[in-house]
T-cell receptor, first 112, second 109 residues
Framework: DTEVTQTPKHLVMGMTNKKSLKCEQH?????MYWYKQKAKKPPELMFV???????INESVPSRFSPECPNSSLLNLHLHALQPEDSALYLC???????????FGNGTRLTVT | RKEVEQDPGPFNVPEGATVAFNCTYS??????FFWYRQDCRKEPKLLMS???SGNEDGRFTAQLNRASQYISLLIRDSKLSDSATYLC??????????FGDGTTLTVKP
């Protein structure tokens, strides 16, 4: 059982839609992450939040907008996505930056 | 050159076999090292942290060689349930985690 909860599990959206992915952890971790994973590839880092502040943005297109409302929550707002953005989006948390990552189950996103 | 390189695999081994995975990294300032396991259509899960002194957890042994910038994972007495993709992860002191491409292991009866 994962201690990082992601919703929704599956999402299908059109290129003009706006949607949000949500992530929650109650382990008291101070770092939270968004990763994108395509089939048969490793997870690719998108964003890192440390103590609720954005510390790393891996040159992610602006159609992906992260938000960290508090230390337990992390959102990823999606707007005007492209079909090639279809992937598994994984949220993770760690005690501090550089500590082992705890992943959520992921949101499987399909952009039509 | 990739920051983290792993054996491409796949590895297909019989039950009971011993199998070793290797990983090299290019950033000499890397601070921490891990092995993760990922089952098909599931999230990665931490298998082991890796230390220079080596560490063992049951049938699994991980080793770090900082001088050669090399990490290894040894699995003894393979079980069917060990079938998965094994991901090597290297962290910089900025807290960025870089994943290797993963090595797929299939253990057959």
């Amino acid at each position: 059982d994962t201690e990082v909860t992601q919703t929704p599990k599956h999402l299908v959206m059109g290129m003009t839609n706006k949607k949000s992915l949500k992530c929650e952890q109650h382990m008291g971790h101070r770092a939270m992450y968004w990763y994108k994973q395509k089939a048969k590839k490793p997870p690719e880092l998108m964003f890192v939040y440390s103590y609720e502040k954005l510390s790393i943005n891996e040159s992610v297109p602006s159609r992906f907008s992260p938000e960290c409302p508090n230390s337990s929550l992390l959102n990823l707002h999606l707007h005007a996505l492209q079909p090639e953005d279809s992937a598994l989006y994984l949220c993770a948390s760690s005690q501090e930056r550089g500590s082992p990552l705890h992943f959520g189950n992921g949101t499987r996103l399909t952009v039509t | 050159r990739k920051e983290v390189e792993q054996d491409p695999g796949p590895f297909n081994v019989p039950e009971g076999a011993t199998v070793a995975f290797n990983c090299t990294y290019s950033n000499s300032a890397s601070q921490s090292f891990f092995w993760y396991r990922q089952d098909c259509r599931k999230e990665p899960k931490l298998l082991m942290s890796v230390y220079s002194s080596g560490n063992e957890d049951g049938r699994f042994t991980a080793q770090l060689n900082r001088a050669s910038q090399y990490i290894s994972l040894l699995i003894r007495d393979s079980k069917l349930s060990d079938s998965a993709t094994y991901l090597c992860v290297v962290n910089t002191n900025a807290g960025k985690s870089t994943f290797g491409d993963g090595t797929t292991l299939t253990v057959k009866p």
